[in-house]
């Protein structure tokens, strides 16, 4: 299977945020903000933080 650029891209921006999640709902915001300015690496820490922080219960 190729691998292109596009498809690390693709990887790198993607994020599933959770409904009614706080933490995913502000990450997802600072990702939009991010990806508006052009800060591809503001986008892919959103998007990390949106796939990896635990739980998704709005707890901190
Ligand atoms: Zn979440």
């Known amino acids: 299977m190729p691998f292109t650029e596009k498809d690390l891209d693709a990887w790198l921006y993607e994020a599933r945020p959770v409904a009614g999640c706080r933490t995913c709902e502000e990450e997802w915001e ?19 933080a949106i796939r990896r922080h635990p739980g998704h219960s709005g707890c901190r």
């Open 30 to 48: 600072r990702r939009r903000k991010a990806l508006a300015e052009r800060d591809g690496w503001g986008a892919f820490a959103a998007s990390q």
